[in-house]
Nanobody
Framework: QVQLVESGGGSVQAGGSLRLSCAAS????????MGWFRQAPGKEREGVAC???????RYADSVKGRFTISQDNAKNTLYLEMNSLKPEDTALYYC??????????????????RGQGTQVTVSS
């Protein structure tokens, strides 16, 4: 049973924008912290953003000021608005759900759920 489904990836030039979406099951959306992580070939998983228990957004330093995470509770959907994209943002982006925001933004314990990933490619 598919629990998280990402969409919105693609190829853009540096400086461009993309918006990722993640449709989640109601159970996951209501019971877990939601966020995004990415993984580039040959590199470790990197947490990108997460929405914490107080509703605040947590971001990796590398994307602060450029990426915005948001959610639509009525649609059980998570978003990641990515602006001023850089070639180093190229990676497979995953929507994730976990029992703590720090799991998604960290690189140790795996999130409880993740989607199949959507590719983001930024050319210079």
């Amino acid at each position: 049973q598919v629990q998280l489904v990402e969409s919105g990836g693609g190829s853009v030039q540096a400086g461009g924008s993309l918006r990722l979406s993640c449709a989640a099951s109601r159970y996951i959306f209501s019971n877990y912290y939601m966020g995004w992580f990415r993984q580039a070939p040959g590199k470790e998983r990197e947490g990108v953003a997460c929405i914490d228990s107080d509703g605040s957004a947590r971001y990796a330093d590398s994307v602060k000021g450029r990426f915005t995470i948001s959610q639509d509770n009525a649609k059980n959907t998570l978003y990641l608005e990515m602006n001023s994209l850089k070639p180093e943002d190229t990676a497979l982006y995953y929507c994730a759900a976990a029992v703590a925001c720090t799991i998604i933004t960290g690189s140790g314990v795996r999130p409880n759920y993740r989607g199949q990933g959507t590719q983001v490619t930024v050319s210079s």
